[in-house]
């Protein structure tokens, strides 16, 4: 079972986020994923809810944004968001593993700066590969890790094949299931 880091240092991180997005909007970094108006997005690892708002833009009213975190501060501060932009549409979910959303329900995955430090990314795998629809997308990024080491991570549980290196994330798809264009 993950930890939540200490109170301090997930407000630090907050403050340093809204910093980098002054430099590179986290919309430019969704553009590689291929996000449509409707989808239903889980954000495993949500934080301070930084992709929020350009999910928000990307799914529009019919879409739906699943914000999962193990923090207790992150779930404020993501409805803060929600509810300053008129988001009908963000649920969240206060968790270290489990969504509690039905099976093949979810469009589009994204584990961003989350993968290093989790203790069972094998178990967090697998409750994405189980929420993910059969030609769902696993959208990862994590600065901490070096790119093999990220598709390494994914594709040697068995549940997931690389489907696309963008420039700043990896798209994954369910192993046995065709490539989904994006």
Do not use: W
């Amino acid at each position: 079972m993950d930890r939540p880091m200490s109170a301090l240092h997930f407000k630090f991180m907050s403050f340093l986020y809204k910093f980098r997005d002054l430099f590179l909007p986290r919309k430019k970094i969704l553009e590689e994923v291929g996000i449509k108006q409707g989808f239903h997005v889980l954000d495993f690892g949500c934080g301070p809810g930084a992709y929020i708002s350009a999910v928000a833009d990307l799914v529009g009213k019919s879409g739906t944004i699943h914000a999962l975190d193990i923090h207790p501060l992150a779930i404020p501060k993501v409805k803060k968001i929600a509810a300053k932009r008129n988001l009908q549409n963000v649920k969240t979910i206060l968790s270290d593993l489990q969504t509690g959303l039905p099976g093949e329900s979810v469009y589009v995955a994204l584990l961003y700066d989350t993968l290093h430090g989790l203790s069972d990314p094998d178990g967090v795998l697998q409750e994405i590969h189980r929420v993910l629809r059969p030609i769902g997308l696993l959208s990862v990024t994590d600065h901490h890790l070096g790119g093999n080491e990220i598709v390494s991570k994914v594709t040697n549980t068995g549940l997931f094949k690389l489907s696309k290196k963008g420039k700043k994330t990896f798209s994954f798809v369910k192993e046995n299931s065709r490539v989904r264009d994006t």
